[in-house]
Structure formats: structure tokens, C-alpha cells
């Protein structure tokens, strides 16, 4: 993958000794509008340089995807009891379907930004599925959250205390 990176801000424009006629008419109001436009950019666009670098770290993290895709859309059992870890509590999501690694990335930082959610413990993904293992927050409902936080619609297919599947409804 390119290494993205911002640039610094471009040299400002000498306005005092342009005759250039494309500058005759801007005022020097104008031109610190313009620089400030600018500046605001620059700092958009170092903010989501870094967003892009959290999204490639959690692509990544995800591991290698399993070539064979014999068993996709057959998700593990993932309901057995969840124990309780001192004041948190373990949590498995299943998600499906995932057919590219770049959704089981938006899946899976979702579920990290989640206010219940303590840590991401674990992620397994085969096929077109992925299952993540989370230290939630005692207390927590995590389908309200999750409707409320998920860029895409999803309908819960099972539900246990320990453990949910989803499956997602991406618009393609």
C-alpha cells in the first residue's frame, strides 16, 4: 500500500510585489480568507490521514483471510456461556457477510468506538464472516448501541447474553 502522507501547507503568495493580473483583484481580506481555507484543509486532510492509518492498523490486525471458501456463509457456534470477568463482561459478535476485508475493518472499528465496549480481545474471520471477541462494560446493550453507531443496516439472527450474530444489509 502507497504511504499516504500530507503535505505542509504551500508557500504563501507574495502579494505585495505581484502586478500579475489574475491577483490585481483580490483583496488582502481575500487572501487571508483564502489562507485560512487552506489551512483548514490541511488540517481535514492530517485528520483523515490518520483515520486511514487507524482503518489500515485494524485491516491488518484482522490477520490473513482463508483462501478455501468451502466454509463461507457457515459462521462457528459462537453461543456458549460468555464467563464474567470481574466487573466486565466477554462478549462475541459473529457478522456476516464480509465479502471484502475493508468491511470486516468498518465491522470491527465500529465495534472498538462503541461506548460499552472495553477492548476488542480477539477477531477470527474465514470466509465471509468474521467473529469478534469484545470486553464489554457490564450493563451494556449492545444492539442499541450498535444500531446506533453501524454505517450499514443489520438484522440480528440470533441472541444470546454472551454472544449476537448479524447479518448485514450492505447497499450494493
Known amino acids: 500500500m502507497e504511504n499516504m502522507s500530507v503535505q505542509p501547507e504551500a508557500e504563501p503568495l507574495d502579494t505585495t510585489a505581484s502586478t500579475d493580473a489574475s491577483h490585481a483583484d483580490l483583496t488582502q481580506g481575500q487572501i487571508e480568507t483564502l489562507r485560512t481555507s487552506a489551512a483548514a484543509v490541511t488540517g481535514e486532510l492530517q485528520a483523515l490521514g490518520e483515520k486511514v492509518s487507524a482503518l489500515v492498523a485494524a485491516v491488518e490486525a484482522l490477520g490473513p483471510v482463508s483462501s478455501g471458501r468451502a466454509s463461507a456463509g457457515k459462521a462457528p457456534d459462537p453461543f456458549s456461556p460468555a464467563p464474567e470477568v470481574d466487573d466486565s463482561m466477554v462478549m462475541t459478535v ?79
Open 94 to 172: 459473529t457478522v456476516s457477510p464480509l465479502p471484502e476485508l475493508a468491511m470486516a475493518a468498518v465491522a470491527e472499528t465500529t465495534l472498538r468506538n462503541l461506548p460499552g465496549v472495553r477492548q476488542v480481545t480477539g477477531v477470527k474471520r474465514e470466509g465471509d464472516w468474521a467473529m469478534f471477541t469484545l470486553d464489554v462494560s457490564p450493563g451494556t446493550d449492545l444492539i442499541t448501541e450498535m444500531k446506533a453507531a453501524m454505517p450499514v443496516r443489520f438484522r440480528v439472527t440470533e441472541s444470546t447474553p454472551g454472544a449476537i450474530s448479524l447479518e448485514l444489509q450492505w447497499a450494493w
